[in-house]
């Protein structure tokens, strides 16, 4: 293994490249191949190793395991747009009050991807991080990594939890970032780490990303791109909280939305999903897996009404149901 100098030389130039401030250019995709081959030369992440393989279950959705939280890396636009938003969310808090800025960042997966080019843009002075990783595989590669970086003095805190049930030590927190999400908010715990969180701190706290969009669409075989058809939600800080004044203890509920489906083929039907990192840092239609369609599933179909519903359950994601259903 190279000395951590030269392992953070090499970190410093993947960061210069993935904050550029083109959208795209020449330099992109081979900082983020570069980067992908340092953290799993590093994490020594194995595809055939079963505990690199193990998801983790929560009240609130599944943790993804080692390996497929380790693969997020390789999305372009992904890893360099969160990058981003992260580095101009530091860098808009010290514009207004003396570092450190707190970062908590909930689901750091086995190398807080998000996190470390972004470290050495600042100084520990000007930036400290808390890490949160419910999978102990993870989190034992995590510190690994830290350790080869020679990054401990960016770390106020390590810890081992479930972000959708931990709670805060103190509200000294900044900047919350969690990449805990899948398409159409399905099957992981996003919507639940953002609200157990921001149920505990103030109003001036920075969330990444600043708002996820799930709109209900059609999309037929002959046409290249879905129709919006409805909002179905727009998660940010203002849902966060109209959301929070009216639960509590962790019991979350969600809107009821009806939509008219007259004349369209239910099999038609899809969640598209929508991403504003923050500020300028958007990811839409096809930029990354998050933003690929999901199929709508229905058991039966009556009338001309659906009505769509967020679920706070093991498995997380949107249902739809009849609007006659509700009548019966």
Not at 67 to 85: D, H, I, P, S, Y
Not at 258 to 278: C, G, R
Request: proline fraction near 4%; aromatic fraction near 8%; charge should be negative.
């Amino acid at each position: 293994m190279l000395p951590s100098q030269n392992l953070k030389d090499k970190l410093i130039n993947i960061s210069h490249d993935l904050l550029l401030p083109q959208d795209f250019h020449n330099k992109l995709a081979p900082a983020i191949t570069s980067y992908t081959e340092l953290l799993f030369e590093l994490g020594e992440i194995k595809h055939d190793e079963i505990s690199d393989r193990t998801h983790i279950q929560s009240k609130f959705g599944s943790a993804i395991g080692t390996f497929w939280a380790a693969n997020c890396v390789k999305e372009v636009l992904r890893t360099q747009r969160f990058v981003r938003g992260l580095h101009l969310a530091i860098k808009d808090k010290l514009l207004h009050k003396d570092g450190p800025i707190h970062v908590l960042y909930a689901g750091t997966g086995p190398f807080a991807t998000l996190a470390l080019p972004v470290m050495v843009q600042f100084s520990p002075a000007e930036v400290q991080f808390t890490l949160l990783e419910i999978n102990e595989n993870s989190y034992n590669k995590l510190v690994d990594v830290i350790n080869a970086f020679d990054l401990n003095s960016y770390v106020k805190a390590i810890e081992i939890v479930d972000a959708t049930s931990y709670v805060l030590p103190d509200d000294c927190v900044d900047i919350v970032i969690s990449e805990t999400l899948n398409r159409a908010l399905i099957t992981e715990p996003q919507v639940f780490i953002m609200l157990n969180l921001a149920s505990q701190l103030g109003e001036d706290v920075i969330y990444l990303p600043e708002e996820i969009t799930v709109n209900l669409c059609v999309k037929r075989r002959n046409e290249n791109k879905p129709t919006k058809l409805k909002t179905l939600i727009n998660f940010n800080v203002d849902k966060m909280k109209e959301i929070i004044d009216r639960s509590e203890n962790l019991e979350w509920t969600f809107d009821e939305i009806k939509v008219n489906i007259k004349n369209i083929d239910p099999a038609d039907l899809y969640y598209s999903t929508e991403l504003k990192v923050y500020r300028d840092n958007f990811l839409g239609y096809e930029d990354s897996s998050l933003n690929l369609l999901e199929k709508v599933k229905l058991e039966h179909q009556k009338g001309d009404d659906l009505i769509f519903k967020y679920a706070a359950a093991v498995k997380p994601g949107f249902v739809a149901y009849s609007g006659e259903e509700i009548n019966s």
